[in-house]
């Protein structure tokens, strides 16, 4: 499963392009069983408030981030959010993604999933 948050349209257009599983984050949405977050990036650097609501109860089952963001914001906070979610929780960053990316992206985003989340979290 692939947890998600787009206020846009890029995350959302990204996912549906993965053919995996996914579901949008909505308030009081609660996950039991191995998923990867896909966020994208807020103010200057900041996870998005419904994001850091979501963590406080899923982030156990959290087994990886990927962002978006836009190169834009500068280096410094360009896809802060995922910085910010490993330094809070240890999640490990799986991608840092400029808007909607490249196929190469969703081919990591892809192979990690296969890889970690597998049959055990469709
Ligand atoms: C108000 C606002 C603040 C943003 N701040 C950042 C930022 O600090 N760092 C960053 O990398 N991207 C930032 N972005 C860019 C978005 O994270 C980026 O466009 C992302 O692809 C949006 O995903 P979405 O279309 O799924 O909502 C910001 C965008 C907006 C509108």
Redesign the pocket.
Known sequence: MIA???????????VNKLGLPHIEIVEGLEIVQPFLLFT???????IPSIVKQFLLQNHKYCKGVI????????QE?????ADAINGMYHIPIIR?????GYQSDYDAIVAYYNNVIGLVGV
């Open positions: 998600f948050a787009s206020r846009t349209g890029n995350v959302r257009y990204i994208y990036t807020d103010g200057l650097g900041q962002a978006s963001g836009n190169s834009n914001f500068g906070n360009f896809c802060k959010s840092k993604i400029d808007l909607r």
